[in-house]
């Protein structure tokens, strides 16, 4: 047996709230559960079990699936340039739910918006952890980059060459294009000198946010900050 029509219109008013676009006005888990409960108790018990039912299932699925959801969010918000909203997902997280990865993802904003010096401290507590194989080559290339934009091109040589060895074609294509250690350290010229030129000196240092969002990318070894001049 079906809701009756203001049962309806107040599944729908549920639903509007769960779309708002400030997640703060959004109801959580337990919320919805207990609003759609409140609904159906009266008219349609039938219905209301099977609501709690579905919504217990979808609440376990949810919180089995939480890290790797908030790793993607905080990863989207990279990619769209959204960083203060990405640092405020890492933020508000309790430091049990921080998982290796999204440390790394801290250290990739770190490095995007030019804190390179606390980005290898993120880089380097995700690398103590459990990154599966491909990610720890990818954040110990994005370690190398960190380490190119503060002016340690030997260390960042030394690494990235370590990488040549176990980084498959299409990751080493990515460090390579992204950074200029390999081409410029071996002869002393700074990686990223040559483009740099006629480019006024207090810009050198600073992130390029819009190339940020044209690279698309955010935890791949993605350089897209002017050198230090």
């Known amino acids: 047996m079906g809701l009756p029509r203001a049962g309806m ?5 549920v639903a509007i709230r769960c779309l708002d676009r400030l997640a703060d006005l959004r109801p959580d888990f337990p919320e919805i559960v207990r ?7 009266e008219h349609a018990p039938a219905l209301g079990l099977a ?9 376990f699925m949810v919180h089995q699936q939480r890290a790797m959801f ?7 918000l990279c990619r769209l340039g959204e960083f203060g ?34 980005a290898l401290v993120k880089f380097e507590e995700a690398l103590a952890g459990d990154l599966p194989a491909e990610d720890r080559i ?4 994005e370690y190398a980059l960190s380490l190119k934009r503060l002016g340690r091109y030997r260390e960042a040589a030394e690494l990235l060459r370590d990488l040549m060895l176990v980084a498959d074609p299409l990751q080493w294509t990515a460090f390579r294009g992204r950074s200029s ?22 810009d050198r240092g600073k992130p390029d946010h819009q ?10 070894g993605v350089d897209v900050f002017r050198a230090n001049g």
């Open 211 to 220: 190339a940020a969002r044209r690279a698309g990318q955010c935890g791949f």
């Open 9 to 13: 219109l107040g599944r729908a008013e």
């Open 70 to 76: 908030t790793e993607q969010r905080v990863q989207s």
């Open 138 to 141: 990818t954040y110990r290339g």
């Open 85 to 118: 909203v990405a640092f405020d997902e890492i933020d508000k997280l309790d430091p049990g739910d921080i998982t290796p990865r999204l440390r790394a993802l801290h250290g990739s904003l770190l490095s995007m918006t030019g804190r390179d010096v606390e």
């Open 35 to 41: 609003l759609l409960q409140a609904l159906t108790s």
């Open 51 to 59: 609501i709690l039912r579905t919504s217990a299932h979808l609440g």
């Open 181 to 202: 250690v390999g081409a410029g350290v071996a002869q002393g010229r700074r990686p990223g000198q040559r483009r740099l030129r006629g480019r006024d000196s207090a």
